[in-house]
């Protein structure tokens, strides 16, 4: 019942009738009784019949039945709604991580890596109407997953980043952008994003980073761009651990090249940020996701389901019914 809506509720006022009626009821119901004046009742014999005490049962009728009529025309329909959505403006976007030695550092909990990898599988999941792509860097750069709106293989990909043997050590941030853009050049989206996110300076790869964010220009790809690091000193991996397993850990100086990262951003109409925790890295995620709205038009679609008909038989059924009681069983008392 708690989908149930009413089209007319103001006619539930025609309540307001139904106390009124049982009081006139109280009222006139002895002046239905036929009387008869004698002297004496002697000679007639007393009988107790049930008539009599079941003939209030067709005013229950009545009452029963101009509820269920008042009911009926207050229309009580269920309510589907269907809603699709035309996506109208899609975006494209393109995660480009730096994947080097120095993600592990330990500034963000439990390491940078990780803490990216748990925000950007947020983000992901708040996209659901654009296609998102992920590409790698190190001192080299690769496409772990091209542009695609199954955000399965995305978030997969995502869970799948780690630091290993597959790339050289290094941060190529050009060679990183410029695998991005490529992804991101033939798209045919009304806006297309990449979020560039390094935790060093580019010392790797043969394209400077500012030729790759004018290539970006050239397709009109916005890029945000995010250093990841606390300011000063954090725990960075500087060795192997002698058992082959896990690093070696020193408090090094975190050297973010901040100017390149900024002047990247506004090139390309971007914006930079610094994530120096993990709740200050959620947040800029959070404000990217806001930045690049897509606009999607809803299409609701609503059937009504009438649930009157039922009231109104039952109104019908029940004053036939007072109808046929008053002028067969009850009709010597009329």
């Given amino acids: 019942m708690s989908n149930i809506t009413f089209a007319n509720p103001e006619f539930f006022w025609l309540f307001l009738l139904i106390p009124l009626a049982i009081v006139w009821y ?9 009387t008869l004046k004698i002297s004496s009742l002697k000679g007639f014999k007393a009988t107790s019949s049930l008539l009599p005490k ?3 049962i067709l005013f229950v009728f009545r009452i029963v039945a101009l509820s269920a009529l008042i009911l009926a025309m207050a229309r009580p329909r269920t309510v589907d709604v269907t809603n699709k959505n035309n996506i109208t403006k899609g975006i494209d976007i393109v995660i480009a991580s730096d994947v ?6 330990k500034d963000l909990k439990p390491n940078r890596m990780e803490a990216l990898k748990d925000v950007a599988a947020n983000f992901v999941e708040a996209r659901v109407n654009d296609r998102i792509g992920i590409v790698v860097y190190a001192a080299e750069a690769y496409t772990k997953t091209p542009v695609t709106s199954d955000k399965a293989v995305v978030l997969e990909a995502i869970n799948s980043i780690q630091y290993d043997n597959v790339l050289q050590d290094g941060t190529a941030i050009g060679m990183g952008l410029a695998t991005a853009v490529n992804r991101l050049k033939d798209s045919k989206a009304k ?4 979020i560039l996110m390094t935790d060093g300076v580019n010392n790797a790869g043969f394209l400077e980073p500012i030729s790759a964010a004018e290539i970006a220009v050239e397709y009109g790809i916005k890029v945000y761009t995010i250093g990841i690091g606390t300011n000063g000193n954090a725990m960075f991996p500087y060795a192997y651990a002698p058992n082959g397993k896990g690093f070696l850990f020193k408090m090094m100086p975190v050297q973010i090249d901040e100017l390149l990262m900024k002047d990247i951003a506004k090139k390309t109409g971007g914006k930079y940020f ?4 993990n709740s200050n890295l959620e947040s800029i995620y959070k404000e990217i996701n806001k930045l690049e709205t897509t606009e999607v038009e809803e299409l609701k679609f609503v059937n009504y389901d009438e649930k009157f008909r039922p009231l109104v038989l ?15 069983i009850f009709k010597s008392f009329i």
């Fill in 191 to 194: 806006s297309k994003v990449i």
């Fill in 100 to 105: 080097s030695g120095s993600m592990l550092a």
């Fill in 26 to 34: 109280f009222f006139k119901k002895n002046e239905e009784k036929p």
């Fill in 274 to 277: 610094r994530a120096q925790n």
């Fill in 54 to 56: 079941l003939k209030p």
């Fill in 314 to 328: 039952l109104a019908g059924l029940l004053l036939l019914i007072e109808i046929i009681l008053r002028n067969t």
